[in-house]
T-cell receptor, first 113, second 110 residues
Framework: DAMVIQNPRYQVTQFGKPVTLSCSQT?????MYWYQQKSSQAPKLLFH???????NEADTPDNFQSRRPNTSFCFLDIRSPGLGDAAMYLC????????????FGPGTRLTVL | EDQVTQSPEALRLQEGESSSLNCSYT??????LFWYRQDPGKGPEFLFT???AGEEKEKERLKATLTKKESFLHITAPKPEDSATYLC???????????FGKGTRLSVIA
């Protein structure tokens, strides 16, 4: 089945230790998104890619970076995680020039010790 | 500013007790309104897309409706497995991302 896959599902890191989260998709969608979601809050958009065009939300901290080496894969790098970065990180895809919904992956739960 | 407000924040129902969740929105042109279901520790699962006022969509015990200012998710005779957080999101016009509400946390008690 076509889907959005995130790895790992659970990630534990230490304060200040860089971490990379990955997302892959078999939907062949051009648009990919990274969201941060904290408990009982709405998903907060960090970045999105329209093909290889990168769009950074204005309030996304510099500590967060992203890479998209090809259509199928996207990475979220957190250079120096702080305690406040502990959250669920969600990847989503969408096919542009349509009004179709976004498809979400299962998420990566990040814990910062 | 585009905004989505969901109410109530939490809802507790007895099994079989029908109810509705509300999603109010203010947006500069609506390209679509989306309902998602999110189980604890998982990503949102798509339920419905609504595009224009008067539109309705149904899936099992769920029915979504849309007016020019709000959407309702009606749950008929809910079961415990319907317990989840239900998220509403709007897609404004232009090249802007989805705007999410904070969700309604639904608990259905047997």
């Amino acid at each position: 089945d076509a889907m959005v896959i995130q790895n790992p599902r659970y990630q534990v890191t230490q304060f200040g230790k860089p971490v990379t989260l990955s997302c892959s998709q078999t939907l062949n969608h051009n648009v990919m998104y990274w969201y941060q979601q904290k408990s009982s809050q709405a998903p907060k958009l960090l970045f999105h890619y329209y093909d290889k065009d990168f769009n950074n939300e204005a309030d996304t901290p510099d500590n967060f970076q992203s890479r998209r080496p090809n259509t199928s894969f996207c990475f979220l790098d957190i250079r120096s995680p702080g305690l406040g970065d502990a959250a669920m990180y969600l990847c989503a895809t969408r096919q542009p020039r349509s009004r179709n919904e976004q498809f979400f992956g299962p998420g990566t739960r990040l814990t910062v010790l | 500013e585009d905004q989505v407000t969901q109410s109530p924040e939490a809802l507790r129902l007895q099994e079989g007790e029908s109810s509705s969740l509300n999603c109010s929105y203010t947006v500069s042109g609506l390209r679509g309104l989306f309902w998602y279901r999110q189980d604890p520790g998982k990503g949102p699962e798509f339920l419905f897309t609504l595009y224009s006022a008067g539109e309705e969509k149904e899936k099992e015990r769920l029915k979504a409706t849309l007016t020019k200012k709000e959407s309702f998710l009606h749950i008929t005779a809910p079961k415990p497995e319907d317990s989840a957080t239900y998220l509403c999101a709007v897609h404004p016009s232009g090249n802007t991302p989805l705007v999410f509400g904070k969700g309604t946390r639904l608990s259905v008690i047997a």
